[in-house]
Structures are given as structure tokens and as C-alpha cells.
């Protein structure tokens, strides 16, 4: 009886519990005789003590519950505190889940997801998310965030985002617009991203931007999508030294893959006899051009440009000069304006097709800055058939301002003295800057008294021009510089060029094509 009471007193923690030492008076101790009664009295006892010890023991554990709930704690084993925690765990777990239901948030999605220990824990999280901006709304979209720590997940990566850029009153937008940055290592995945953007010669200030327009691009992998993209742009002849401003606009072609996006469409664009060279300049300044579906967009764009008239050959200008037109409902577009452009301006389709040859900005263009050109013309007294047969000629007379066209039209009666007649034969006149080319020129040419035509001292370049001052004379009025893609930009003969002067073995993706309009 002796070891035992020992054994009780060791394991009792609090004052509760009682201490049991054997009288003094015992004559033989540790011997027990139960003929004699006062042993037999004195076993009584300490047997109902030991009894009050052992129960005293447990009722003094840290229970979460009491014993009568769960009484399979009253039988303590090996794996006694195992099972204790995962009853702890889930009457949090319940507790937590009817926390979240009060808010409104629907817990379904975070069922297998490892919760807090307590509902202050978790408080403290939603409380946390509320003040940046996020709404129960917005953390019912994306409930794993609630998995994520305050201190160990959300501060770090705040703080970084913060460092790199992106502000704090925005911080809530950025995190609803891409919650899964909540679970980013800042070391292991956000540095190397962000000092992926840097090389590409993106600025710091455009980091956030960058950001704020792309969040995703956070969780690519270096090594994956991004370096091959980037990658490919330079192998067809976009400059590295533009990478940077194209992220900077069009931040998705990061996360495009080559063999699915971009590289059908460029291959397709260098299948219409659009040289690889100009693909690539038309890709540095229009990035946005790669989002475009080649099969269900650009493809189909392409077959209603020919369904409207425009010649095949032609397609790959109409390109070069409006790359936008790939991405348009074009045959919407087109159907509108051909329509408009017979019944207000007197243009059937054949000479409507020409226009858009010579300028397919036309598509985009409001009828109504349309017919404002045309009004203007039709009240100089210019009759409806010539006013159409100069829009075929020159469509860029459509996007004029009127005030422009009135000082031009002012200068050309009063000044030069003309007749409204040589505007009619060479429409491009009202294209030209009054005071930087008509005036100078025209004072240039009154100096030498040379009477010419309106396009023999406006349709060439400055250098031209002074060729022909110093002349005195004038030759036999030529065509200007036609453009054909697929070869080189051929000039008149008469221009002062020859075949001796292309020496240069240049391949023709290694020309930069364009359409040089007479203007």
C-alpha cells in the first residue's frame, strides 16, 4: 500500500490533491496483520483515500470538455493525448466553420483545409482582408485565402508588393483580382518574377502597372512560358530593346505559348507575303496583335477583306498600314460603311474596295466625321460625282479637321489664285500642312517664278524639291512612288535613282516596306 500512495503523491500537480504519509505509530511498518482490527481499520482507509487521490488526479486535468461528455478519457492509454488533440481540433474546427457562417462566408471550399487553433485566429484574418478592401463577397469567391497566415503569408507579401511598387490603396484590388499571391513565398517565387520583368528592360515605375494589369504573370515559372516567348519574339526579328515597352503594353504575351498562340499567327501573317521584318515592327508597336485567335479571328477577317473586293495582293498593305483590322468585326463593319458610302457619298463597291485599299482606317471611321469633309466640299461648289472620284483618289481627305481644310482652301483662292478645278484633279493638296509645306514651298517657287502644278512642287520630298528649284525647269510630270508588297519600294525613273544604286545584297524581310501615298 506503501508504493502506491508514494506513486499518487508524485503524480498530483495542484493543492487539491492529497499527500498520504504512514503514522509513526505503526509498530512494524510495511507489515500488515487483517486479524488485527486496528490494520484492518487502517487499510479501510487508505484504500478510500487512494480512491479520492486517483479521481482528484483526473478531474484536475486541462480538459476542453468535462469528463462526462467524453468518457473515453477516463481511461488514459499510450495514445491518450493523440486522440485528445484530434477532438480538439475538430470541436475548433466546428466552432471556426459556425463563425465563418455568421460573416456569411461559405466554408464548403476550405473543408480539408487546415484551420487556425482559434476562432480569435481566425477573426484576426478576416478582420485583416476587410481592411484592405475585400468584402465577404469577395473572400466567398477565393475562401482558401483564409488559410493563409497575418503575420507568416499576408504581411510578407504585402510588404513586398508595397516595396516593388504597388500601393496601398490598391492593395485590396490587386489581392481580389489574384488572391493565390497570398501563398507565394516572397524569396522563392515573387523576387525571381519581378527580377525576370526588370531584365527585360521593363522601368520600375511600370512595374506596378505591369502588375496591376497582369497579376497572374506572379506565378509563372521562369524557366516555362515566359523565357519562350520572349525567346521566340527575338528569333523573327523583334528588337530585345523592345521587350520591355511591349510587356510594358500588352503584359499577357508572357503567359502566351508559342506553339498554340504565337506562332501560328506569325507564321499565317509571313504565309499572306507579309515579310517576317515587318511582322516584327508591327508586333514592337502593337503587341496586343498576338491576343488575337488566328483561326476564329484573323483568318476569317482576312477572307471578308477579299469577299469585299479587296485584291489579294493588296491584303498584306492593308495589313502593314491597319493591323488592327485583324482583330474587328469586319464583316459588320465593312457591310455598314460600303452601304453608307453608296447611298451618301455616290461610291459603288468597286471604288468603296479601292478606298479601303488605300486607307482601311476607313472601317473604324464615324459616318458622321465622314460626311463633315464632304459637306465642306459639296458647299464649295465642287459637284456630288467629282467630290467621290476625289475620295477614291485620296480617302484621306475624310479624316481632315474642317478648319485646316478651310485655311487651305482660303489660301489656295486668295493667295495662289487658283482654281477650285486643280483641287479636284489633285485632292491631296488638302492633306498637306499649310504652314510647314504649301506656304514655304509655294513662297520658294513665286521667288523663282515658276508656275507649276499643285503636285509638282507638293508630291516629292524636300530634297526633290530644291532639285527641281535649282533646275529651272519642269520635267514632264511623273507618277509618285508606288508600293507593292514583296519587293522593293520602286521610284520613277526620272527621279534621279538607278539600278546601280541598290548594291547592297539586302533580303527583301530585311526591307522595311510601306505605302507612300501622293500626298
Known sequence: MIPFLRRNRFLASTPSCFYISIPSHSPIPGHYDDTNPIDRRRSDVLWGIGNIVSFS???????????????????????????????????????ITDYLKSLGIIP??????????????????????????????????????????????MIPVLGYLEKVGVQRSKMGEFIKNYPQVLHMSVVVELVPVIRFIRGLDVERIDIPFVLHKYPELLGFKLEG???????YLVSIGVR??????????????????????????????????????????????????????????????????????????????????????????????????????????????????????KMPQI??????????PVEFLRGRGIPAEEVA?????????LAQQIQLMKNSF??????????????????????????????????????????SSLAWFLNCSDERFEERLEANLIESETAGPSFCMGGRLEMPRTCGYSDDDDDEDESDDQVLYRRTISL
Open 57 to 95: 488526479i483526473l478531474q484536475n486535468r486541462s480538459f476542453s470538455s468535462k469528463v462526462d461528455k467524453f468518457p473515453e478519457y477516463e481511461m488514459p492509454t499510450v495514445t491518450w493525448g493523440v486522440i485528445q488533440g484530434r477532438k480538439e481540433k475538430l470541436v475548433s474546427r466546428v466552432i
Open 108 to 153: 464548403d471550399e476550405i473543408e480539408h483545409l487546415e484551420l487556425p487553433s482559434t476562432v480569435d485566429v481566425m477573426r484576426e484574418r478576416v478582420e485583416f482582408l476587410q481592411k484592405l478592401g475585400l468584402t465577404i463577397t469577395d473572400i466567398n469567391e477565393y475562401p482558401l485565402m483564409l488559410g493563409c497566415s497575418v503575420r507568416k503569408n
Open 225 to 231: 512560358t515566359m523565357s519562350t516567348s520572349v525567346a
Open 240 to 357: 530585345p530593346r523592345d521587350i520591355g515597352p511591349m510587356v510594358t503594353q500588352y503584359p499577357y504575351l508572357l503567359g502566351m505559348r508559342v506553339g498554340t498562340m504565337i506562332k501560328p499567327l506569325v507564321e499565317y501573317l509571313i504565309s499572306l507575303h507579309l515579310p517576317k521584318m515587318v511582322v516584327a515592327r508591327m508586333l514592337e508597336k502593337r503587341p496586343y496583335l498576338l491576343g488575337y485567335e488566328c483561326e476564329e479571328t484573323v483568318k476569317p477577317n482576312v477572307d471578308t477583306l477579299m469577299s469585299f473586293g479587296i485584291r489579294r495582293e493588296e491584303v498584306p498593305s492593308v495589313i502593314a498600314q491597319y493591323p488592327q483590322i485583324l482583330g474587328l468585326p469586319l464583316k459588320a463593319k465593312l457591310s455598314s460603311q460600303q452601304y453608307f458610302f453608296n447611298l451618301k457619298l455616290k461610291i459603288d463597291p468597286d471604288g468603296f474596295a479601292k478606298v479601303i485599299e
Open 363 to 372: 472601317v473604324s471611321l464615324n459616318q458622321s466625321v465622314i460626311m463633315k
Open 389 to 397: 472620284k476625289m475620295i477614291v483618289r485620296c480617302p484621306q481627305i
Open 410 to 451: 482660303y489660301f489656295l483662292k486668295s493667295d495662289m489664285q487658283r482654281s477650285i478645278q486643280e483641287i479636284v484633279e489633285f485632292p491631296e493638296y488638302l492633306t498637306y500642312s499649310l504652314e510647314s509645306r504649301i506656304k514655304p514651298r509655294y513662297r520658294k517657287l513665286s521667288g523663282k517664278g515658276i508656275k
